[in-house]
């Protein structure tokens, strides 16, 4: 069913589940430009597509927000309070989702580059080498990666919590 229910997910809501994990998961892999001075082959492989993934996860966040927020009358209620927990985190996902990749083209911008979405010339080289108000509001990029990581590890090791030793079907509804 398209729709979500009280008992379980959608197929739209779990199509924007698992595509953005997957999108979002990957774009993890700009942590290995940390390692040996950004010459590591993970952070080359994926590293060039890391801004414009980051825009499709933009556009996709926007169009998920919209169609939660109309099924949001007949999803799984999350009780308790390890229920509240989990919804304030998911909550802090999407915050992250959507600010992130604003961030990410401040950060750019901000550093004095052109910022290209699969090649498209989204904002061209700035005049200045440097542009203070963007890189000011494009640093909080890489602490919100942190954030979201974090929140990401915790809420994969809550879904494998609840399959494994719960044994209920939190994670059987999203599936
Ligand atoms: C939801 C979308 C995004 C996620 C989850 C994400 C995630 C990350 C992560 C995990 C890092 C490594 C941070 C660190 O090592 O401290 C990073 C760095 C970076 N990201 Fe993103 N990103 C996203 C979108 C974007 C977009 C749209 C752009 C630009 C168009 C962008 C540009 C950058 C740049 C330039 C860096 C390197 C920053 C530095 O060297 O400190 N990101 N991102
Ligand atoms: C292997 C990775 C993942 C697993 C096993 C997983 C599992 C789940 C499960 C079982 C639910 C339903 C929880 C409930 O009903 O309370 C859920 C919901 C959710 N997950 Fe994940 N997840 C994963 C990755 C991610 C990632 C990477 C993100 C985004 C950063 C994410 C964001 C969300 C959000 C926002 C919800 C709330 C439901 C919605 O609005 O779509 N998940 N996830």
């Given at each position: 069913?398209?729709?979500?229910?009280?008992?379980?997910?959608?197929?739209?809501?779990?199509?924007?589940?698992?595509?953005?994990?997957?999108?979002?998961?990957?774009?993890?892999?700009?942590?290995?430009?940390?390692?040996?001075?950004?010459?590591?082959?993970?952070?080359?492989?994926?590293?060039?597509?890391?801004?414009?993934?980051?825009?499709?996860?933009?556009?996709?966040?926007?169009?998920?927000?919209?169609?939660?927020?109309?099924?949001?009358?007949?999803?799984?209620?999350?009780?308790?309070?390890?229920?509240?927990?989990?919804?304030?985190?998911?909550?802090?996902?999407?915050?992250?989702?959507?600010?992130?990749?604003?961030?990410?083209?401040?950060?750019?911008?901000?550093?004095?580059?052109?910022?290209?979405?699969?090649?498209?010339?989204?904002?061209?080289?700035?005049?200045?080498?440097?542009?203070?108000?963007?890189?000011?509001?494009?640093?909080?990029?890489?602490?919100?990666?942190?954030?979201?990581?974090?929140?990401?590890?915790?809420?994969?090791a809550g879904a494998?919590?609840?399959?494994?030793?719960e044994k209920d079907?939190?994670?059987?509804?999203?599936?």
């Amino acid at each position: 069913m398209l729709h979500d229910s009280n008992e379980r997910y959608g197929s739209l809501t779990r199509f924007f589940h698992w595509v953005m994990a997957v999108l979002v998961l990957q774009q993890f892999f700009k942590f290995a430009d940390r390692i040996n001075d950004g010459e590591h082959w993970l952070g080359d492989t994926f590293g060039p597509w890391h801004g414009s993934i980051g825009a499709v996860i933009f556009v996709l966040v926007i169009l998920r927000l919209i169609w939660t927020m109309k099924q949001r009358a007949q999803r799984p209620v999350n009780a308790g309070l390890d229920g509240r927990i989990a919804t304030a985190a998911h909550r802090l996902m999407y915050l992250s989702m959507l600010v992130m990749p604003v961030l990410g083209v401040l950060y750019v911008h901000g550093k004095g580059y052109p910022v290209k979405i699969f090649g498209y010339e989204l904002l061209s080289k700035p005049a200045t080498e440097e542009v203070p108000w963007a890189l000011a509001f494009g640093e909080w990029h890489s602490p919100f990666a942190f954030l979201l990581i974090f929140l990401v590890l915790a809420h994969i090791a809550g879904a494998l919590y609840h399959h494994f030793i719960e044994k209920d079907d939190v994670l059987k509804r999203m599936i």
